[in-house]
C-alpha cells in the first residue's frame, strides 16, 4: 500500500524527507494528522538505482535523475537548439529506464517552446505516453471526459485499453496538454494545501455532474478563496 511504498522511499540511501519550506524555513502545510511528507532522492544512477526507476510510488516522491548530456558536443548552435537536443536525450533516458507509459511531464519557458516548435512538437508526437502535459499536471486529463486516459498502445507494462474518450476519436494514442510556463491556475490549484486541494475537486466534481450557476460559483469560491 501507500503506508509501505512510502517507508520504502523514506529509507532508501539519499533519501530526504521534507519537513519545511526551504526559504522560509516555515514548516510545510500539515492539514491532516497522517498526511505523508514529501521526499526528495537526488543524483539517482541508472543502474545502482533501478528500483527507484522502476517502483511506482503511490506516495508524493521525487527522484532526481541526472542526463548524461554535453552540451558543447550537441550538434545544434543556438541556445534554444541545444534545449531541444537535451530534451530528445532526457526523453530517451526515462524511456529506456523508467517503467511504465501512463504519463509524462515536461516543464519549458514559452520562449524556447515557440521558437523550436516544430522540433518541440516532433519530440512530443514521437513520445509514447498516454497523456502528456507541458507546463501541467498531466493527471488533469482524467478530469474531461472527451480526452483519453490511459497506457500508450501497444506498451503493457501499465496495463492495457484506456478510458475517456468521449467524443469516439479513432485509433487515439495520447492526450496533450499545454499551459504557459507560469499562469494563474497552476498558483491558485496546483501550489495549494490538502484541504484546499480536497475542497476545489469536491466542487469541480459538483460542478461536471450538475453544472448551473450555483456549482459554478461554488468552484470559483474554492480556487480563489478557499471557502
Not at 30 to 35: A, G, I, K
Request: aromatic fraction near 8%.
Amino acid at each position: 500500500g501507500s503506508s509501505a511504498s512510502h517507508e520504502f522511499f523514506q529509507n532508501y540511501p539519499k533519501a530526504e524527507l521534507i519537513l519545511r519550506e526551504e526559504k522560509s524555513n516555515k514548516p510545510l502545510l500539515d492539514t491532516y494528522p497522517n498526511q505523508q511528507r514529501p521526499i526528495l532522492i537526488p543524483n539517482a544512477d541508472v543502474k545502482d538505482d533501478k528500483v527507484l526507476l522502476q517502483r511506482e510510488a503511490w506516495c508524493p516522491v521525487l527522484v532526481e535523475l541526472p542526463v548524461d548530456f554535453n552540451e558543447n558536443k550537441s550538434s545544434s548552435g543556438s541556445k534554444e537548439e541545444n534545449s531541444m537536443d537535451y530534451l530528445k536525450k532526457a526523453v530517451q533516458t526515462v524511456e529506456t529506464n523508467c517503467e511504465g507509459s501512463l504519463s509524462i511531464g515536461i516543464l519549458i519557458n514559452d520562449v524556447t517552446m515557440k521558437k523550436q516548435k516544430e522540433k518541440f512538437d516532433a519530440i512530443i508526437a514521437d513520445m509514447p505516453y498516454g497523456i502528456v502535459g507541458i507546463n501541467i499536471w498531466p493527471i488533469f486529463a482524467n478530469s474531461m471526459a472527451q480526452l483519453r486516459w490511459g497506457a500508450f498502445p501497444g506498451y503493457t507494462a501499465s496495463g492495457s485499453g484506456s478510458l475517456g474518450n468521449c467524443r469516439l476519436y479513432r485509433n487515439a494514442e495520447k492526450t496533450v496538454l499545454r499551459a504557459p510556463f507560469s499562469y494563474l491556475p497552476r498558483k491558485s490549484v496546483e501550489v495549494v494545501s490538502p484541504r484546499k486541494a480536497a475542497l476545489v475537486f469536491s466542487r469541480m466534481t459538483k460542478y461536471k455532474l450538475t453544472p448551473n450557476l450555483m456549482t459554478q460559483a461554488a468552484l470559483f469560491s474554492a480556487v480563489l478563496l478557499g471557502l
